[in-house]
């Protein structure tokens, strides 16, 4: 650290939120060939991580940045190989630190922009308290998780995110604890970007990681990813063209709720308790619907859309929860430190260990 700060004013904000970052040249765009690793792919056949890998490829040009300024940081499982397969800088860390990992990267490297890729055990057992401190504190991270609801590189056992009754090689008479919903649990901890996605619909998750991209501070993304071993079909409700209409609320920031064929289901608010509450369109009218609004500060509302999968409405929404501004700790703590240098001159670390509270014993 140089002890000189960049401020948004001098440096402006480039691709992905970063300040200073040098990008690529008009006349040598980058494309989804220059972010493909040579290594081979190595995931069951079927697995939904290889159209995860093929859209975030895809999606990386859109960054105008150069590759060396990108790095992919994981922690342990079947998703934890991304970093092998993107021709950026990497990391394949250790179980459930990739976020801790990643957080000392985006402090002491401004001029990188930093992704996280982790699974539902990785990131929600072992990894939740890095997680959780990642998102509050707001470190300019984006985070993909990797949700399949199994722990797929163990070979079965259920995992935070596991329906409760969920029979698996651990859990032989079916799982009796309550499952954790990633993205109540994202905006629990402060997260300033929140947002759900398929595996499988390939334009949502790239508007979603654009999106992500884009927000300065901590982005959270849950990838609902199915397993084809040990947990298939986990998500058809939501894929199948029988049901998904039914099943699934797409947000879209400015518009009214609304999901079901022609969208005649809606989000409306129960007058007495305030509470979200299923409506049909064609006996409140539009103008009754909750109209979404992700830059709502108060993540009370964002919370409430989280828990529409659970009953009485039992929808699943995807798309963005949250999209809100608060100050990054990387940059409170580049501006801190150089505010005490240019203040008290250079520190004194034997001094600090010391403090005032040691003494010397004769």
């Not at 630190?97 to 490297?109: D, E, L, M, Y």
């Not at 699974?119 to 991270?141: M, T």
């Not at 919903?181 to 499988?200: H, K, Q, Y």
């Amino acid at each position: 650290m140089t002890g000189t700060t960049i401020s948004a004013v001098e440096a402006g904000l480039g691709p992905s939120g970063l300040y200073g970052v040098p990008l690529v040249g008009e006349g040598h765009p980058l494309g989804k060939k220059d972010f493909t690793s040579d290594q081979e792919v190595r995931w069951c056949p079927g697995c939904g991580d290889y159209a995860v890998l093929a859209a975030v490829q895809s999606f990386l040009p859109e960054l105008g940045l150069r590759r060396e300024n990108i790095v992919f940081v994981s922690g342990i499982g079947c998703s934890s190989r991304f970093p092998y397969y993107l021709d950026t800088y990497g990391m394949h860390s250790i179980h459930g630190r990739a976020p801790a990992i990643a957080s000392g990267i985006a402090v002491s490297r401004p001029d990188l922009s930093v992704w996280v890729v982790t699974g539902d055990g990785d990131a929600l057992s072992i990894g939740g308290n890095h997680i959780a401190h990642a998102l509050r504190r707001n470190i300019n991270i984006t985070i993909l998780l990797f949700n399949n609801r199994i722990y797929g590189l163990t070979k079965g056992q259920y995992s935070p995110t596991s329906e409760a009754g969920k029979i698996t090689k651990s859990t032989p008479m079916g799982s009796l604890d309550t499952p954790f919903n990633p993205v109540s649990f994202a905006i629990g901890s402060e997260a300033t970007f929140v947002a759900r996605a398929l595996d499988s619909d390939r334009k949502q998750l790239t508007a979603v990681l654009r999106a992500a991209a884009e927000h300065r501070g901590a982005s959270f993304v849950e990838i609902y990813q199915n397993c084809p071993i040990f947990n298939d079909g986990a998500f058809d409700p939501l894929k199948s063209p029988d049901t998904r209409d039914e099943q699934m609320i797409r947000l879209e920031h400015g518009q009214p709720i609304r999901w079901g064929e022609q969208g005649r289901h809606g989000l409306g608010r129960d007058p007495r308790s305030g509470q979200l509450v299923s409506v049909e369109v064609a006996d409140v009218g539009e103008e009754a619907l909750v109209v979404h609004d992700d830059h709502n500060e108060d993540p009370a509302y964002a919370f409430a859309l989280s828990r529409l999968s659970d009953p009485p409405i039992g929808r699943t929404p995807v798309g963005v929860f949250r999209s809100v501004r608060r100050p990054t700790y990387d940059d409170m703590a580049r501006e801190q430190v150089a505010h005490a240098q240019s203040t008290q001159g250079p520190g004194d670390l034997a001094q600090l260990f010391a403090g005032k509270d040691s003494w010397t014993v004769d």
